[in-house]
């Protein structure tokens, strides 16, 4: 069993940057992809970036640029750095868990999903 706790969102204006940290229990981690995804209201839930057990990564190609994942296996955590926010960022992400990175883009093959961490960027 995997639980996954988001934290560092909040209120930006457009311009501005964070760091979303999402802190993982369990002592399997390391073996998993590890994703972000986010949902703005009214619309459905959407991948932004992962990372592989290895180290790789991929992006949504609306956030490429602009946002960075990294993931540190000894913290259990795993980050992703917004950069030169935009109003449309505005939503909830969520961090998830997979066995495997490629199925995860599709939203697919998840394990675990934390609760959620509001974004919200003002004009």
């Known amino acids: 069993q995997v639980q996954l706790v988001e934290s560092g969102g909040g209120l930006v204006q457009a311009g501005g940057s964070l760091r979303l940290s999402c802190a993982a229990s369990g002592r399997t981690f390391s073996s998993y992809a590890m994703g972000w995804f986010r949902q703005a209201p009214g619309k459905e839930r959407e991948f932004v970036a992962a990372?592989?057990?290895?180290?790789?990564?991929t992006y949504a190609d609306s956030v490429k640029g602009r946002f960075t994942i990294s993931r540190d296996d000894a913290k259990n955590t795993v980050y992703l750095q917004i950069n030169s926010l935009k109003p449309d960022d505005t939503a909830v992400y969520y961090c998830?868990?997979?066995?495997?990175?490629?199925?995860?883009?599709?939203?697919?093959?998840?394990?675990?999903w934390g609760q959620g961490t509001q974004v919200t960027v003002s004009s």
């Open positions: 990372i592989s057990w290895s180290g790789g990564s």
């Open positions: 998830a868990a997979a066995r495997r990175l490629a199925p995860m883009v599709g939203g697919h093959g998840i394990h675990y």
